[in-house]
């Protein structure tokens, strides 16, 4: 065989090495720290005297195994997706945003006021691009203060969105409950226009349950999110910062500017969540509809490891484990499902780098 037919065989392994390896580090340790929950999971089951197996199928039945189950963990993740996105998008440039609950709130109002001005004879796709532009710009205007603070001034991005979410929240809650709200209930009137369609009006198997096409929009904002961070400059420069922002700087790279349209970029995505109840469940804005949404979002952007499409799929198994809290409460608390999440984060932030020094090792040994 000649040297060239050995040179030709040789380069699909060495051009495929990088590929495994990326792979290997992106899903090796999230499926080892899903199995130490899983094991966490099983001791806490087996503490209330029941059959983990026996738990595990009634949380499959009762989420993924049912029409009306399968869309309310469609509509539960879809609002994950857009806070966890905004969080890793965040985290990409090297900021920690915790400002995602007043952001989805603030464009979860703001879609609802744009639903009330239009005319109820609005065609519906011009109705839904104001609504969520509306919804999009609520959020970027509340993701923005933290941005020009740290930037202008130097304060912590976390301590700012923190006090952010108070400030919003109680600024939202006095304009309901002053001057906007049905009576004797602390909402708006029902929209006039822009109403996303549920999923029970495609298939009625879904009927009763909140899912609608706002999680379309949810997987074409991760998408454009992928786009923009790994097939543009702008995120090219967004990430560098986020890797080292002094070397960043030398390069040329403007990181106040970076850190200000990542801040902005990160509220406009978590205020796009707000459509998901405000225009395709309620049909009005709630004062309260985002609780605990955006702290969440924070384990799933964790958990997807910073990844827009990982986002989308941690998005799922923490809507999946919301939803199955309530299918497994005749078996053991509904808590505990609040417990386990708890631990698949803590089980990422300590398997993940262990994992990853084992495998770099390992390399290192088959390398010698």
Known sequence: MSASSLAGEAKPTFAAAPWRERAEEALIPPLVALLVALICGDLLILSYGQSPAAVYRLLLEGTWGNAYGFGQVLYKATTLSFTGLAVSFGLRAGLFNIGGESQLAAGGFAAALMGLVLPAGTPLFFALLICMIAAGAAGGVVGSVPAYLKTRFGAHEVIVTIMLNFIVLALLNWFIAGH????ETLHTPEIHAGVLPRLADIDSRFHGSAANLALIVAVLIATAVWFYLFRTRGGYDLRAVGLQPQAAEYGGISVNRV?????????????????????????????????????????????????PFGVIIAAFFFATLSQGGLAIHAFVPKQMMDVLQGVVIIAVATAVPEVRRILRGARGRSDA
Request: net charge positive; proline share 2%.
């Open 180 to 183: 906007l709200h049905v009576p």
């Open 259 to 307: 850190w200000m349209r990542a801040l902005t970029f990160s509220g406009a995505i978590a205020g796009m969540g707000g459509i998901n109840y405000v225009l395709g469940y309620k049909h009005y804005y709630e004062d309260g509809f985002a609780s605990g949404a955006g702290f969440l979002g924070i384990a799933v952007a964790l958990v997807g490891r910073n990844h």
